[in-house]
């Protein structure tokens, strides 16, 4: 097998990534810091960081004293340097978002579907149209648009040269969705299934921060999960690892929306215990029923605690089954319906889960709400180009030894994806 010698080249990328990852995740530092974070020498520091600050990259971001001598600059990705999109496609909406590289939202846009939901044609163009619609909100060129997450329901094929999304619940069945947004913008195209996105968002910014073993889920219409091992997102053989909501409860139970019988999705999955609620209340079946039911003050009326009852002890038996697979550091509950439960019956979710999961292992996690906010799917997919302008080093595929200006060294980022 023919293998790859490490250039001079590959270690500069590499140390690059290592200073901007930490100063992204680490926040505001001083070059001697980095290199006590990073392990680089102190010469290193200062000839990568000054690459990075020529490039616009890096920026100088106030002082910090130092013992006895002159005060250390404190250094920061800098915000302006480029932009991020990120777009939520959900069953019956299209979200899009831009934020800077501080992730300050600068500009939001939302489109209703049609009845008969996401229609790959139509989402494709619905997120084209969003995402010039968000980068005239924000006032800014398109070409400092640095990449374009999409977050959507099912697995996510990354194997050829663009993604394709297979959601058996949503009737995309191989949909090209990286060669259809790809053909209709110049802004480089990443796509990821939502759970994931949230994922990656609640462990850089929210309650998975400080974790390295971790499992994230999302409840709402579709149930799924994110599964970070060491650090790292796993995915399994081919990009489906993470469909918690496709994992059996019940032998032979509910019809669940993919067709299978007895899935955690047909017990937890908001659609179905809104049908349970107005079967159980006689109340009309509309699409807010359970969250302004959770949100109203006061008990919930016999028909409907049994069902909430219910479906807390279905929640944390799943939640359970992940703690015995996985043994992770933090299960971490969001998703509209699983905040809306999880802040009003936490407790009872945790009872229901320790009453399932082994006692050594569930001792050692924690369950917590996410921290972003009922629907992070957008802004988890905003980070998608974060990651891979971080694990680059800032570099564009083909960059040559010399440090271009800012303008030039973005506009090849944006060419070279």
Same mark, same amino acid.
């Given at each position: 097998?023919?293998?790859?010698?490490?250039?001079?080249?590959?270690?500069?990328?590499?140390?690059?990534?290592?200073?901007?990852?930490?100063?992204?995740?680490?926040?505001?530092?001083?070059?001697?810091?980095?290199?006590?974070?990073?392990?680089?020498?102190?010469?290193?520091?200062?000839?990568?960081?000054?690459?990075?600050?020529?490039?616009?990259?890096?920026?100088?971001?106030?002082?910090?004293?130092?013992?006895?001598?002159?005060?250390?600059?404190?250094?920061?990705?800098?915000?302006?340097?480029?932009?991020?999109?990120?777009?939520?496609?959900?069953?019956?909406?299209?979200?899009?978002?831009?934020?800077?590289?501080?992730?300050?939202?600068?500009?939001?846009?939302?489109?209703?579907?049609?009845?008969?939901?996401?229609? =790959?044609?139509?989402?494709?163009?619905?997120?084209?149209?969003?995402?010039?619609?968000?980068?005239?909100?924000?006032?800014?060129?398109?070409?400092?648009?640095?990449?374009?997450?999409?977050?959507?329901?099912?697995?996510?094929?990354?194997?050829?040269?663009?993604?394709?999304?297979?959601?058996?619940?949503?009737?995309?069945?191989?949909?090209?969705?990286?060669?259809?947004?790809?053909?209709?913008?110049?802004? =480089?195209?990443?796509?990821?299934?939502?759970?994931?996105?949230?994922?990656?968002?609640?462990?850089?910014?929210?309650?998975?921060?400080?974790?390295?073993?971790?499992?994230?889920?999302?409840?709402?219409?579709?149930?799924?999960?994110?599964?970070?091992?060491?650090?790292?997102?796993?995915?399994?053989?081919?990009?489906?690892?993470?469909?918690?909501?496709?994992?059996?409860?019940? !032998?032979?139970?509910?019809?669940?929306?993919?067709?299978?019988?007895?899935?955690?999705?047909?017990?937890?999955?908001?659609?179905?215990?809104?049908?349970?609620?107005?079967?159980?209340?006689?109340?009309?079946?509309?699409?807010?029923?359970?969250?302004?039911?959770?949100?109203?003050?006061?008990?919930?009326?016999?028909?409907?605690?049994?069902?909430?009852?219910?479906?807390?002890? !279905?929640?944390?038996?799943?939640?359970?089954?992940?703690?015995?697979?996985?043994?992770?550091?933090?299960?971490?509950?969001?998703? =509209?319906?699983?905040?809306?439960?999880?802040?009003?019956?936490?407790?009872?979710?945790?009872?229901?889960?320790?009453?399932?999961?082994?006692?050594? =292992?569930?001792?050692?996690?924690?369950?917590?709400?996410?921290?972003?906010?009922?629907?992070?799917?957008?802004?988890?997919?905003?980070?998608?180009?974060?990651?891979?302008?971080?694990?680059?080093?800032?570099?564009?595929?083909?960059?040559?030894?010399?440090?271009?200006?800012?303008?030039?060294?973005?506009?090849?980022?944006?060419?070279?994806?």
């Amino acid at each position: 097998m023919e293998t790859r010698r490490t250039t001079v080249r590959d270690v500069r990328r590499a140390n690059r990534a290592s200073l901007l990852t930490d100063l992204f995740h680490g926040g505001r530092q001083s070059r001697q810091q980095l290199g006590d974070t990073t392990a680089l020498s102190q010469a290193s520091v200062s000839n990568l960081i000054g690459e990075m600050i020529d490039e616009g990259l890096v920026e100088e971001a106030g002082l910090v004293g130092s013992d006895g001598g002159r005060p250390r600059a404190l250094l920061r990705v800098a915000p302006g340097f480029g932009y991020v999109a990120g777009a939520d496609v959900g069953e019956s909406r299209v979200l899009v978002e831009l934020y800077d590289l501080a992730m300050s939202r600068l500009g939001v846009v939302e489109y209703a579907l049609g009845a008969d939901g996401p229609v =790959p044609g139509v989402a494709a163009a619905r997120l084209l149209e969003g995402l010039d619609a968000v980068v005239a909100e924000a006032g800014i060129e398109k070409s400092a648009v640095l990449g374009f997450g999409v977050g959507v329901a099912g697995v996510v094929d990354q194997a050829g040269d663009a993604p394709v999304v297979h959601s058996q619940t949503t009737g995309w069945d191989g949909v090209p969705l990286g060669r259809m947004l790809r053909e209709g913008t110049e802004v =480089p195209i990443f796509v990821e299934n939502g759970a994931k996105t949230v994922g990656q968002a609640e462990m850089w910014f929210g309650a998975g921060r400080g974790a390295r073993h971790a499992v994230i889920v999302m409840v709402g219409t579709g149930v799924g999960a994110a599964v970070v091992m060491d650090g790292r997102s796993y995915r399994g053989a081919n990009s489906s690892a993470g469909e918690w909501g496709h994992t059996t409860l019940v !032998y032979d139970g509910d019809v669940c929306r993919c067709g299978a019988r007895g899935c955690l999705e047909a017990y937890i999955g908001s659609e179905k215990v809104i049908a349970r609620l107005a079967e159980a209340t006689g109340r009309p079946a509309d699409p807010k029923l359970l969250t302004r039911m959770l949100a109203a003050d006061g008990p919930l009326d016999e028909a409907a605690a049994r069902v909430i009852r219910e479906t807390v002890g !279905y929640l944390g038996a799943g939640i359970a089954g992940l703690v015995n697979l996985f043994s992770p550091e933090r299960i971490v509950l969001g998703g =509209p319906a699983g905040l809306a439960l999880g802040e009003r019956f936490l407790p009872d979710i945790r009872d229901a889960a320790a009453r399932n999961a082994l006692r050594q =292992p569930y001792s050692r996690t924690r369950i917590e709400l996410c921290q972003l906010g009922p629907d992070a799917v957008a802004m988890g997919a905003a980070t998608l180009p974060i990651a891979r302008l971080l694990a680059d080093g800032g570099l564009p595929a083909t960059a040559g030894p010399a440090p271009m200006s800012r303008a030039a060294h973005r506009r090849s980022l944006s060419r070279g994806r």
